[in-house]
């Protein structure tokens, strides 16, 4: 034994325990860029989460200023700390970006996403579908005798909150756009 008295090897504090202690942190972030508005700039810009075997979990990519020729990509991803800050310095690199905000970290932000969920059901599972529709703000946009489209637009916490509850009931297929993101004002 030691003069401390700590035998060799015990102590998950030791000083031979290099490990950083947020390698297995998985973080989520949402990132939002302002490019260029040409051919192959969304190609370049999944090509680097491809080449390097980063996971993409929500994507959109609008027009946001015709005369100005920008876009703005809202990327959500996974990952740990160290990798979020490689995705955006690779993204800061690639030439047609101009901007990288990270929304995750820079402040609060609105996130929403749109998605359109047909439900099969018929007698009560009908009358249930509709109630929890109502509850969650979904509005029904087309109906057949046999089944309902729901639009619901939320976090995506909500609409999987939603999706979740339409799946006892009959829940048949689900479209959904990605997040949209934008920062608070001040």
């Known amino acids: 034994m030691s003069a ?3 035998k060799k090897g015990t102590s998950k504090k030791s000083a031979y325990d290099l490990k950083d202690p947020n390698a297995d ?3 989520t972030h949402t990132l939002a860029c302002v490019v260029d508005n040409e051919a192959g700039v969304l190609a370049r810009v999944i090509g680097l989460f491809s080449g ?3 996971n993409i979990d929500s994507l959109t990519v609008a027009a946001i200023d015709e005369e100005g020729q920008l876009s703005r990509i809202t990327i959500v991803t996974t990952g740990t700390p160290a990798v979020i800050e490689q995705i955006k310095a690779q993204l800061g690199r690639i030439v047609p970006v101009h901007e990288v905000h990270d929304l995750t970290v820079e402040g609060d932000s609105v996130e929403r ?3 359109l969920m047909r439900v ?8 249930e579908a509709l109630r929890l529709a109502d509850i969650f703000r979904a509005q029904v946009v087309d109906s057949t005798l046999e089944s309902f489209v729901f ?3 939320g976090t995506p916490d909500k609409v999987d909150a939603f999706a979740d509850l339409m799946r006892p009931l009959g ?3 689900i479209a959904r756009t990605g997040v949209a993101a934008l920062s608070r004002g001040k």
């Open 25 to 27: 942190l998985i973080e």
């Open 151 to 153: 639009e619901i637009t």
């Open 113 to 115: 996403e749109m998605a």
């Open 52 to 54: 390097r075997g980063y």
């Open 120 to 127: 099969h059901g018929t007698g009560d599972a009908r009358v």
């Open 4 to 6: 401390l008295q700590i």
């Open 171 to 173: 829940l048949g297929r």
